[in-house]
Structure formats: C-alpha cells, structure tokens
C-alpha cells in the first residue's frame, strides 16, 4: 500500500492562493485525486488527475483550483486561487480508487 504525505496548507484570508503538494512513496501511475473532508463528512474528491494529465474538478473548484503531477517525483500539486471560506477543510491526496492508506492530510483555512 501507497503512501502519502501532503503539505502545503495553511491560513490565507479569501482570495488569497496556496499549493498543496503530495508525495507518495511509491509510483502515482493511475489515476490521482485531491480530496476534501469537512469535520463530521465523508471525503471526497474534489480534483483528479489521469497518467496522461487529464485532469477533471467538481463544479465548485472549477476555474480555481488546478490539480498537476510529476511523475518522476512521485508528486501531485493543487493550486488552489480565489481561496474562499467554504474551502476550509483537511485535503488528502491518494489514487482513485482510493487506497486503504491515508496521509495525515493538511489543514486549509480560509477566514478573514
């Protein structure tokens, strides 16, 4: 089983950008996936990203957030622009279908 640790999270007022990144311990060939999780909700997928960098947003991140990879890194990036209050959440990365494997995920918070 993969392993991944996702960075990059923080406090930015809205508006404001930040770049998460994930490193997996093995190889990401397959598909990829940035994942949200509010306290108390199941996690879910709010970015994907194919071997071949096709990428696919649900509607709420779409035009705003961009999901890339670096294979030989092992590594997945989320920019994330135009942050707003509603984009608060722990984000974790992992393949989809998710592996039984999780990160520690990183916290993002959007507050004024």
């Known amino acids: 089983q993969g392993q991944f640790v996702e960075s990059g999270g923080g406090f930015v007022q809205p508006g404001g950008s930040l770049r998460l990144a994930c490193v997996a311990s093995?190889?990401?060939?397959?598909?990829m996936g940035w994942y949200r999780q509010d306290p108390g909700k199941q996690r879910e997928v709010v970015a994907s990203?194919?071997?071949?960098?096709?990428?696919s947003y649900v509607d709420f991140v779409k035009g705003r957030f961009t999901i890339s990879r670096d294979n030989d890194k092992n590594t997945v990036y989320l920019q994330m622009n135009d942050l707003r209050p509603e984009d608060t959440a722990v984000y974790y990365c992992?393949?989809?279908?998710?592996?039984?494997?999780w990160g520690q995920g990183t916290q993002v918070t959007v507050s004024s």
């Open positions: 990203i194919t071997s071949r960098s096709y990428t």
């Open positions: 992992n393949k989809i279908p998710a592996l039984s494997s």
């Open positions: 093995e190889s990401i060939l397959g598909v």
